[in-house]
């Protein structure tokens, strides 16, 4: 009986895991110099951009994030506005689907931009699955505690 329910519970802690890897979203915000929240450090996690004005969670369905800094080179670095910084949802993944960060070409300007794959990867602490696969790991480990008695 424990390892029925042992098995149930594991396979729908893999189920979670595949449905919430399929929803992909993306932070969408921009903001310039010191005023807004969209530089760095972000300050807001997904719980709270109701509270944030021009923050918003957006349903990504490429996958692919990406936070650019525009105004670190050139004409822009002296301006007293400061660099811009926008977060955004990729409408198609990078030429060699490399997560990075970079300079590059955007609208006819040099900008930092980096991308990324993943649940709002591009927010302040990137979505990772280390606490599923904690809980998954500690269940094993009851479960062989318990089945050896």
């Known amino acids: 009986m424990k390892k029925i329910l042992f098995n149930i519970c594991f396979m729908g802690l893999l189920f979670i895991g595949l449905v919430n890897g399929l929803n992909k979203r993306c932070m969408r915000c921009r903001s310039r110099g010191e ?4 530089g760095d450090p972000f300050p807001t996690n ?10 918003h969670v957006v349903a990504c369905p490429s996958g692919w994030c990406g936070k650019m800094i525009e105004g670190t080179t050139g004409a822009f670095r002296t301006d007293d506005y400061g660099a811009a910084t926008q ?3 990729l409408q198609r993944s990078p030429s060699d689907d490399e997560e990075r ?3 590059t070409m955007w609208n006819h300007r040099k900008v930092y931009m980096c991308f990324c794959n993943g649940d709002l990867c ?3 602490d ?4 280390f606490h599923s ?11 062989n505690v318990t089945a050896a008695m």
């Open 87 to 89: 977060r955004m949802c």
């Open 46 to 55: 997904v719980t709270e951009t109701e509270t944030q004005i021009g923050i």
């Open 126 to 129: 990137k979505a990772t699955s």
């Open 122 to 124: 591009n927010a302040a």
């Open 35 to 38: 005023l807004g929240s969209c």
């Open 133 to 143: 696969m904690l809980l998954i790991s500690i269940l094993v480990l009851i479960y």
């Open 101 to 103: 960060c970079a300079y």
